[in-house]
């Protein structure tokens, strides 16, 4: 098992991507903590699924824009499996799409707190818990092409996700590995929630690959990422995209 005797912990893992990691990880070894802001349900689900299957896995709830909701998982963490050696920061997300006309201070601090200072809170947070150990940030086609309309803020906040990826990478090297991935169109609640059937349909007929991503095609780059299969790569930021976007 490639993470045998490791503990990950994967913000926002009780659904779509985030669950598809922890259900991986766990698969090959790893001891998981999930965090969950409101779906308790998919949380539980998830740690069910990976008990159920003989993995060790715990679900934590939090709002990772605080320092209390950090310490908590974090903590809860430690206490459980006794260190930190894969965090995967998957939580975030749109909120919203508006315009860069109608967007107020609030929605951009908003949208920052959720996708970068998260990263930057749950980065400090285990790294005094984290010996040789990965990082994987989710990042986003978005920071790539400033995203589709309405999505400046988002972009922008993944763009700094990548930037402090190269960064971390420099200052956490080399005993901790950095990388970021670049998700286009994947089938996950974001999509369903923010893009319009109807540009879904267009990304299947024009995509190389002919189909959307699913959560599992993330997850096993993140697998790839959080072991020695990686062990020459940091500060990467990788595009998934169904050949959509090549940077």
């Known amino acids: 098992?490639?993470?045998?005797?490791k503990t990950a912990i994967i913000t926002g893992g009780g659904r779509d991507i985030g669950r598809a990691c922890a259900v991986l990880l766990a698969?090959?070894?790893?001891?998981?903590?999930?965090?969950?802001?409101?779906?308790?349900?998919?949380?539980?689900?998830?740690?069910?699924?990976?008990?159920?299957a003989g993995g060790k896995a715990i679900a934590v709830q939090g709002d990772l824009t605080t320092?209390?909701?950090?310490?908590?998982?974090?903590g809860k963490t430690v206490e459980e499996f006794g260190s930190v050696d894969v965090l995967v920061n998957n939580s975030g997300g749109l909120i919203a799409r508006k315009t860069f006309a109608e967007m107020s201070l609030e929605h951009w601090n908003d949208v920052m707190a959720l996708n970068v200072t998260s990263t930057f809170l749950m980065?400090?947070?285990?790294?005094?818990?984290?010996?040789?150990?990965?990082?994987?940030?989710?990042?986003s086609q978005a920071a790539r092409d400033g995203g589709g309309p309405g999505?400046?803020?988002?972009?922008?906040?993944?763009?700094?996700?990548?930037?402090?990826?190269?960064?971390l990478a420099?200052?956490?090297?080399?005993?901790?590995?950095?990388?970021?991935?670049?998700?286009?169109?994947?089938?996950?609640?974001?999509?369903?929630i923010h893009t319009p059937d109807a540009g879904r349909r267009a990304f299947e007929a024009n995509a190389p690959v002919k189909r959307?991503?699913?959560?599992?095609?993330?997850?096993?780059?993140?697998?790839?990422?959080?072991?020695?299969?990686?062990?020459?790569?940091?500060?990467?930021?990788?595009?998934?995209?169904?050949?959509?976007?090549?940077?």
Do not use: W
């Open 1 to 5: 098992m490639k993470l045998a005797g």
């Open 27 to 52: 698969s090959e070894g790893a001891n998981v903590a999930i965090n969950y802001f409101a779906s308790s349900k998919g949380a539980d689900e998830t740690v069910a699924e990976i008990t159920a």
């Open 67 to 74: 320092q209390e909701g950090v310490d908590t998982l974090v």
């Open 123 to 139: 980065v400090k947070a285990v790294g005094p818990h984290m010996g040789k150990g990965t990082i994987v940030n989710l990042a």
């Open 151 to 167: 999505s400046v803020a988002y972009a922008s906040s993944k763009g700094a996700v990548m930037t402090m990826t190269r960064g």
């Open 170 to 192: 420099k200052e956490l090297g080399p005993d901790v590995r950095v990388n970021g991935l670049c998700p286009g169109m994947v089938d996950t609640d974001f999509h369903n």
């Open 212 to 247: 959307q991503g699913v959560p599992m095609d993330v997850a096993n780059l993140v697998l790839f990422l959080a072991c020695e299969d990686s062990a020459f790569m940091t500060g990467t930021n990788i595009d998934i995209n169904g050949g959509m976007l090549f940077s």
